[in-house]
């Protein structure tokens, strides 16, 4: 049966190929710290090579899970003399540990410019331990490659050794920036997640008394449901009255009278009366929320609610008819053009 052999064949091959693309999205995600440490002077008196230091810790714990396909990391360090100074990162859970700044700077001693305000980046085009003042974007003195294909999640570990005598500084804050295949297993708060598809820069959640936005690292906001304006009822018209001329009189869900006659083959309508309750004219889109990140969730004057993201040369955007939901579309737009990239409709 070499036919049959062949199509479970080519059965299996498009299960995997799905499997592996299932709840992967790369995204690039940011985490901080500002520990504003001591950083403790060093105990040898000379700047010979290999002398001992005297180190301070900060560490990071990050809780999203995903591979790194690169890392960078931004350090903000106050030292009166930084190659007295060596930097290193370590992944706590596998070992890894990578040296960013190694003594840097001429000679023996190293530069004496104040300072490390500087993102280490292995695609720089200075190098971290011969730039003098140790400002900008930086080549590391290792290279963070060594964490790439590793779980973003766990402790993260940055080590500041002072070696020599006489200049003290503190480590003020430092931040890592990662771009990551995100697994989106790793996210969810709750029931009600509207749009589940793998490639989602965020995840959206319509359930409970709320509507939530998370970007993979922050929320984005969580909007009390009770708190959305509704739409305006559409204004009913009840037919009163009707000449042989073809004349219409309408009384109005307002408490208006309206007139609708033929002048010319053209209709022409009067309204008249004063407005007994709110008109209903279309109402415009209202801004409910936005979060630190760009995320912003609209009340549409179709009643439906939105939300907009933009994510690189894209704009993402979901809207749905209420919560629950019993229909979403989801729409790509180039952020440049508008045009529009791609749609789907779908049933939660």
């Known amino acids: 049966m070499p036919h049959r ?33 001591a950083i403790p002077d060093g105990t040898t008196i000379s700047c010979s ?10 560490e990071i714990v990050v809780n999203d899970t995903g591979a790194i396909q690169d890392l960078n990391v931004t350090l903000s ?6 190659g007295d100074l060596v930097v290193t990162l370590t992944h706590v859970e596998t070992g890894t540990t990578v040296t960013l700044i190694n003594r840097p700077g001429p000679g023996i001693c190293g530069t004496s410019s104040d300072n490390i305000v500087a993102t280490l980046d292995d695609s720089a085009a200075a190098d971290s331990e011969t730039t003098d003042p140790l400002v ?3 080549r590391p003195g290792g290279s963070l490659a060594a964490f790439n294909g590793q ?5 993260w570990r940055l080590t500041v050794t002072d070696h020599v005598q006489d200049d003290t500084g503190t480590l003020n804050s430092w931040s890592l920036q990662a771009m990551v295949e995100l697994d989106w297993a790793g996210w969810n708060p709750g029931d009600g997640r509207l749009n589940p598809d793998p490639g989602a820069p965020l995840a959206i959640y319509c359930g409970g008394e709320s509507v939530y936005a998370y970007i993979p690292g922050s929320l984005e906001f ?12 559409p204004v009913q ?112």
């Open 5 to 37: 052999r062949l199509l479970t064949d080519l059965i299996l091959a498009a299960v995997l190929l799905l499997s592996a693309a299932v709840a992967l999205a790369a995204t690039t995600l940011t985490f901080s710290a500002a520990p504003g440490l």
């Open 237 to 348: 018209r009840t037919l009163v009255a009707e000449n042989p001329d073809g004349t219409r009189v309408y009384l109005l869900s307002t408490g208006q009278y309206q007139m609708v006659e033929v002048v010319d083959g053209q209709e022409r309508v009067v309204t008249v009366g004063a407005v007994t309750q709110p008109a209903s004219a279309p109402a415009e889109t209202i801004l409910l929320a936005e979060g630190p990140t760009g995320a912003r969730l609209y009340r549409l004057d179709t009643g439906e609610l939105q939300v907009n993201y933009a994510h690189g040369s894209e704009e993402y955007v979901l809207t749905w008819d209420g919560c629950p939901a019993t229909m979403t579309t989801t729409r790509v737009y180039d952020a440049a053009t508008r045009a529009l990239l791609s749609e789907f409709t779908r049933q939660p």
């Open 151 to 155: 779980n973003i999640q766990g402790t």
């Open 136 to 138: 900008g974007v930086l």
């Open 49 to 58: 090579p290999g002398a001992p230091g005297t180190s301070t810790l900060s």
């Open 222 to 233: 969580d909007f009390p449901l009770d708190q959305v304006v509704p739409a305006p009822a």
């Open 77 to 82: 360090i106050s030292h009166t003399w930084p």
